[in-house]
């Protein structure tokens, strides 16, 4: 009876703190009810931005996102060779608890090591443009260039404008990128196979910046009289090699084939015969459609190949290549 | 309502009132802070100060003050200096701006937030100059570009030339307008009705170096946007490309390089020899020559690299000025040094543009070796100490595994950060490697010419087990400890005062009841006993319970006065035992010997108390068993100890081992309470000796030392 009582006075006494209790839980429950519920995010993390090639992709993602209720954050290097500062981007967005991440590594083996630790950590991770030597899994799906199909392209292009015969310079071959390694690959082997008279007379790793490109491009072009054409295997090396020809006063003269859309006013203006474009608005679209269904249940894990397309004089106007470099990803 | 009840009412919300406003202030400071934008930047430091200092941040670049404007010196493809409030909303920015380097943009961001580095990684808006189409253009970043015009200016964008920009945003109109040295005014409009309200304002480039002079930020008015839009004049208006015509066509030139006015005005040497066939060179004759590089570092020399290495190029004649990230040729004559050359009397000229080359990473141990000399490299080390160059230089030294070299920050910007750095702290660092003794000082194998605040990274603080921690971390162990034992000590302390506390109120009453009681019940029997006849059988069974009344009056007295301590802490141990022993043997005849040994001091309650205690029984079982005729008591204070005797002359007893009686099982629990030495000893015809000795507290005996070396007793000890 005496506990009831006083049970009754402490009740009655402490008005004041059930009322602050009740108070403090209707804010509390207002600044829940108010507060904007986050929109899942997909970091999207290409080699570099703000070029053709890569701008494509982001338009791709963000005419997918919206489908799958994402929005996506799009960042990368500021340039197309840092491999640390990648890193430091993708550890980054993983340390912010993204819900998935859709990565053109720079480098393969750099990048490993994180991609494994995203997925060890239950973040679903699609690779755009070049295999990272893990096998597709839960989680882990690749949407790639056909890097062979893109030799072929360019041996095919080298032989028409030859005629099936003469000599070539190879250049900006890279082992870091299995992508790159493929298009080498797959350029000599056609060019053996389709085109015997034509002869592979020079080969030059990937550098990574131009004015290095262009150097090695410059004592190619000074030390090897006979070269008919040149391949340039990256965007990089195709620039280098574009100046090179130019300083020589053989743009035009010798053939230049390249690779990756980053170059295209010199298809117009003349010097540059063509380029193997990578369709990175469509990987994009296929990169954030398998993060979307894999986010949703319902992913079908392995490798979407996509095809590349050859530009050049006749066909640089097409619809096509304008669906390709459009890059209207701005949705306000 | 009553008078009272008003008046409290009234008060109570008085008070409440005050104390709202109080809280509210605070609130209300933190919410309209930084509201008004107003901002003014001369950069007069003349490179000195901090970029931090004044608000600046950088998201990429290499940004410094020089000659009262602030430059980036790189080529970096969206370099952001951001500063001001994300609470601005109405503002105008403007200064004089002007591009360093060819095929890039340079301007304003306003209303931006996010940022972070990368090349459109901001949510804001960018106007700006561009010279590759000649064209103030104005657009949206959200993590990506969205341009929404390119307007022509009218005789284009040089280089090396000021403009004044001025951008203006107001509700969600956006105003830019640039002016030519000679009065050409141009100006771009843009109006978005889902537009970002409010944001930090910043510089920006995009693939060249740029600078700024007078940066002034104020509040914009309406008046404001209407005269920037009357001086807008129609054929303007007319030159602006629409804004749809511009987003989505891929022929926007911002993506590509103005190859053919490159070409046309940078026709290189054909000739040129990689950076390490330079070292195939005769030694002893003099060579000119030409390479091509990319530049690496411009102050305090020029430094180029090819994929081949580096080479330092001091006092270069430069037609316009380079950048880093430039790819240029230089021709000079070549001299041969230790680990690379160097290019003397060259002239160097800009080639391309925007073309940076990323560092090397390499450990200390490699560059150790001069194999990366003149190269722009990247390693890691501990800080060791940190010392003042010339001028605003400074001079780290830095321990990597078995090497040891040096990092110089001529860069005030980076100076003051590298400033703040701890020792012990582990850094990667990136810069220029050189092995010159003019740098390394003969001490190092190498040293790293570093050149912006992003060339310096902390990647690991100091470990956390230095001294200066460690004795940090045992004083506070000890600070614990100490507390920890305190509270143990106050809350025995409380316990003790509770028990005493029950003793005093259980003896009041016994002395309340049992003993009145006795005391009425020895007066009844004595009435009764007085009225008895004489000699009587009944009158001597009265006389003898009267006797037993008294005896257990007598009982009840002395437990009265065991379990009422007195005021043992206010009158010391040794006063309170006499007054309890004059108290057990009052009106009897036994004679209190009392003696005091060493020098009394105060003693934990708790060992007072159990000494009192024992004392009492003591004595009380010698009253009650030994018939003495003499008690004596003995307190001997000594250095660690206290030690309590209480002997008698009486009958005493032998042993009884394990059947000793309650009184004394008593004793020794309580002895045994306070880890106290309890010995008694005892024989027939020669009385009883109860001895107790307590080992004092370490607190206590400090206190005493204490107090000795003040008092100067320790002389005494000394001397015996």
Redesign the interface.
Request: aromatic residues 14%.
């Given at each position: 009876m005496r506990r009831r009582v006083l049970t009754r006075a402490l009740v009655k006494k402490a008005w004041w703190l059930w009322g602050g209790v009740a108070g403090v839980l209707c804010i509390l429950a207002a600044v829940a009810a108010l507060y904007p519920r986050r929109v899942p995010t997909i970091a999207v993390i290409p080699r570099t931005c703000g070029t053709y090639l890569w701008e494509a992709e982001h338009t791709g993602v963000e005419r997918v996102a919206p489908r799958y209720g994402l929005s996506v954050y799009w960042n990368a290097p500021m340039r197309e060779d840092d491999v640390q500062g990648q890193i430091a981007i993708l550890d980054r967005e993983l340390k912010r608890k993204v819900q998935g991440v859709i990565l053109s590594p720079v480098e393969a083996l750099p990048l490993r090591t994180s991609v494994y630790r995203a997925l060890q950590g239950g973040t679903p991770v699609v690779v755009v443009g070049t295999d990272l030597g893990l096998a597709p899994a839960k989680n882990l799906a690749y949407v790639l260039n056909d890097e062979r199909r893109g030799g072929q392209l360019a041996a095919r292009r080298i032989g028409l404008v030859l005629g099936g015969k003469g000599t070539v310079a190879i250049v900006g071959i890279s082992n870091q990128l299995t992508s790159t390694a493929d298009r080498a690959r797959s350029l000599e082997a056609t060019l053996s196979e389709e085109f015997p008279q034509i002869h592979v007379a020079y080969r030059s790793l990937a550098l990574p910046t131009v004015s290095q490109e262009q150097q090695v491009a410059e004592k190619m072009l000074a030390e090897n009289a006979g070269i008919n054409a040149i391949v340039a295997l990256t965007e990089t090396s195709t620039r280098g090699a574009f100046y090179a020809l130019t300083e020589f006063n053989k743009a035009g003269v010798i053939h230049l084939v390249g690779f990756d859309q980053n170059m295209m006013v010199p298809i117009r203006t003349g010097g540059l015969d063509a380029v193997i474009m990578q369709n990175t608005n469509q990987m994009g679209q296929a990169a954030m459609t398998l993060m979307g269904e894999e986010l949703h249940g319902g992913a079908k894990h392995g490798y979407v190949v996509l095809q590349p397309l050859l530009v050049t004089r006749e066909n640089l106007d097409s619809s096509d290549v304008n669906e390709i470099l459009n890059l209207a990803w701005f949705n306000p | 309502m009553r008078k009272t009840t008003r008046r409290w009412l009234l008060g109570t919300a008085s008070v409440g009132t005050m104390l709202l406003i109080v809280a509210a202030l605070p609130l209300a400071y933190f919410v309209w802070k930084d509201r008004r934008p107003n901002f003014h930047d001369s950069f007069a430091r003349n490179g000195q100060g901090e970029l931090r200092q004044d608000g600046w941040k950088s998201f990429?670049g290499t940004w410094q003050v020089v000659d009262g404007a602030m430059l980036n010196i790189s080529d970096?493809?969206?370099a952001k200096l951001i500063n001001g409030s994300a609470k601005w909303k109405n503002y105008i920015v403007e200064a004089d701006i002007q591009l360093l380097g060819e095929a890039g943009d340079a301007g304003f961001v306003v209303r931006t937030s996010q940022e972070?580095?990368?090349?459109?990684?901001y949510h804001g808006y960018f106007a700006g100059l561009r010279d590759i189409d000649d064209t103030l253009i104005m657009g949206?970043a959200?993590?990506?570009?969205?341009e929404f015009q390119s307007t022509p200016v009218r005789y284009g964008i040089r280089t090396r030339t000021w403009y004044h920009l001025k951008v203006l945003a107001y509700g969600c109109t956006l105003l830019a307008s640039s002016t030519t040295e000679k009065g050409v005014v141009t100006t771009a409009l843009i109006e978005?009705p889902?537009c970002l309200a409010s944001g930090r304002f910043g510089l920006q480039s995009?693939s060249t170096g740029a600078a700024w002079r007078n940066v002034v930020v104020r509040p914009a008015a309406k008046s404001d946007l209407d005269a920037m839009l009357q001086a807008r004049s129609l054929s303007e208006r007319e030159r602006t490309k629409s804004a749809s015509s511009a987003?989505?066509s891929?022929?926007?030139e911002?993506?590509?390089e103005p190859?053919?006015r490159e070409?046309r005005e940078h026709?290189?040497d054909?000739?040129?020899k990689?950076i390490a066939d330079l070292r195939l060179l005769a030694p002893t004759l003099s060579s000119q020559v030409a390479v091509?590089?990319?530049v690496t570092l411009v102050s305090p020399m020029i430094f180029i690299q090819?994929?081949t290495g580096g080479i330092a190029i001091p006092q270069a004649h430069t037609g316009t000025p380079v950048q880093i990230g430039d790819?240029v040729e230089a021709r000079g004559d070549v001299e041969q040094h230790e680990f690379s050359s160097v290019l003397r009397n060259a002239d160097v000229r800009l080639?391309?543009s925007h073309?940076?080359?990323?560092p090397v990473?390499v450990t200390a141990s490699q560059a150790a070796t001069g194999a990366f000399d003149a190269q722009y490299v990247e390693t890691e080390g501990r800080l060791v100490s940190r010392q003042r160059g010339g001028g605003q230089s400074v001079v780290l030294k830095l321990d990597e595994g078995s090497q040891s070299f040096m990092a110089i920050a001529e860069n005030p910007s980076l100076a003051a950060t590298l400033n703040k750095l701890q020792y012990g702290s582990r850094l990667r660092l990136r810069g220029i490697c050189v092995t010159d003794r003019s740098y390394a000082q003969n001490e190092m194998p190498f040293a790293l010419l570093m050149r912006s605040v992003d060339d310096a990274e902390m990647i690991e603080p100091p470990p956390w087990w230095n001294t200066l921690h460690i004795i940090e971390l045992i004083a506070g162990l000890l600070g614990v400890s100490f507390g920890l034992h305190m509270l143990f000590m106050s809350v025995k302390r409380s316990q003790l005062h509770a028990v005493i506390e029950e003793r005093e109120r259980l003896a009041m009453e016994m002395h309340d009841t049992l003993a009145q009681s006795f005391a009425g019940l020895g007066y009844q029997l004595e009435a009764l006993s007085s009225e008895a006849p004489e000699g009587s059988p009944m009158r001597a069974q009265l006389e003898s319970s009267v006797d037993l009344v008294r005896f257990g009056h007598m009982e009840a007295r002395r437990n009265i006065a065991a379990l009422r301590p007195g005021n043992l802490e206010q009158l010391g141990l040794e006063k309170s035992l006499e007054e309890a022993a004059r108290t057990i043997l009052q009106g009897g005849p036994v004679d209190l010997q009392m003696a005091v040994r060493g020098e009394p001091r105060p003693i934990p309650l708790r060992i007072a108390d159990t000494l009192m205690r024992i004392g009492q029984e003591a004595i009380a079982n010698a009253v009650q068993h030994g018939r003495p005729h003499t008690i004596s008591l003995r307190l001997v204070y000594g250095r660690s100890s206290i030690k309590l005797t209480v002997r008698d002359d009486g009958q005493g007893f032998t042993t009884m081992g394990e059947r000793s009686g309650f009184g004394i099982r008593g004793m020794k629990h309580r002895a045994d309470g306070i880890a106290a030495t309890l010995r008694i000893r005892s024989s027939l015809s020669h009385g009883t000796s109860v001895a107790v000795r307590a080992m004092l507290p370490q607190s206590i005996l400090s206190l005493w030392w204490w107090q000795s070396i003040r008092t100067g007793r320790w002389r005494h000890w000394l001397h015996g």
């Open positions: - | 990429g970096d493809r969206g972070e580095v990368g090349v459109d990684a949206r959200d993590y990506g570009w969205h978005e889902k995009y987003p989505g891929w022929m926007d911002r993506f590509f190859i053919q070409l026709k290189s054909l000739n040129a990689t091509h590089g990319v090819d994929s790819s080639l391309w073309t940076p080359a990323p990473s």
